[in-house]
């Protein structure tokens, strides 16, 4: 078993599977991942370090132009929020009127309103919707490939530190992502295909960012 992740569970994990062949961080496994740098390493950088020495060879830049192909169409230009993250760490997310408030500015500035997530976070994109009523809602409506080819297509996405942001900047949408204190760009930042697609706007406490600064930050020239 490889076992990518860094948290408390993965020890629990190895134990419940009861396997010795296991590669992560629980210290009993046969293929421990020792480096001793790991913890100050970018997630993806000691992920790659990880299976390297497991004998994994590395797979180079994926080229997911494909997923522009993909059926759902959205009319005109348009931009992608996406206002969750993980239900347990509410301090990750910037708050949902925050995100309802730039979705008419990116209005007024032509682009068409898209949210995405899952289904549990239908009632932020609801929000959004009644001040912003064009929208679409995408929350629990698109499974992995079909969010990717969106973001494929998307002119821009705004969202906090979560999954679907890490797709977006694997697809190159110019992408900005923000941060609180609950966790760390430096080492969880997602990667982008080319310089300057990803930004990145790093605050202590997210209800304290001002909607004009996130703004400022989105002038890629749509």
């Not at 299976?51 to 992608?80: H, M, Q």
């Not at 347990?88 to 032509?110: C, I, S």
């Not at 697809?171 to 609180?180: D, H, K, M, N, Y």
Request: hydrophobic letters at 40%; one cysteine or more.
């Amino acid at each position: 078993m490889i076992d990518l992740q860094t948290s408390g569970r993965s020890t629990g994990y190895f134990h419940l599977a009861g396997q010795k062949c296991w590669s992560g961080i629980a210290r009993n496994g046969l293929y421990r991942h020792d480096n001793p740098y790991r913890d100050a390493m970018h997630s993806i950088a000691r992920q790659r370090d990880q299976l390297a020495r497991l004998g994994v060879p590395e797979s180079g830049i994926l080229d997911l132009d494909w997923l522009k192909k993909t059926k759902l169409e959205i009319d005109g230009p348009y931009a992608v929020l996406v206002p969750g993250a993980a239900p347990h760490r509410p301090a990750k997310r910037w708050p949902v009127r925050h995100y309802a408030e730039l979705g008419r500015y990116l209005r007024a500035q032509g682009l068409t309103i898209v949210v995405a997530g899952t289904k549990v976070e239908q009632p932020l994109a609801a929000e959004i919707v009644m001040q912003v009523p064009d929208a679409l809602d995408l929350t629990g409506k698109t499974d992995l490939l079909a969010l990717g080819g969106v973001f494929a297509r998307a002119a821009l996405a705004v969202g906090n530190d979560t999954g679907p942001m890490h797709l977006a900047a694997l697809t190159g949408c110019p992408s900005l992502v923000l941060f609180s204190a609950e966790s760390n760009p430096r080492l969880t930042a997602p990667n982008g295909v080319r310089p300057g697609q990803i930004r990145i706007l790093a605050v202590n406490d997210l209800r304290h960012l001002d909607v004009s600064r996130v703004a400022a930050c989105l002038n890629w020239g749509h």
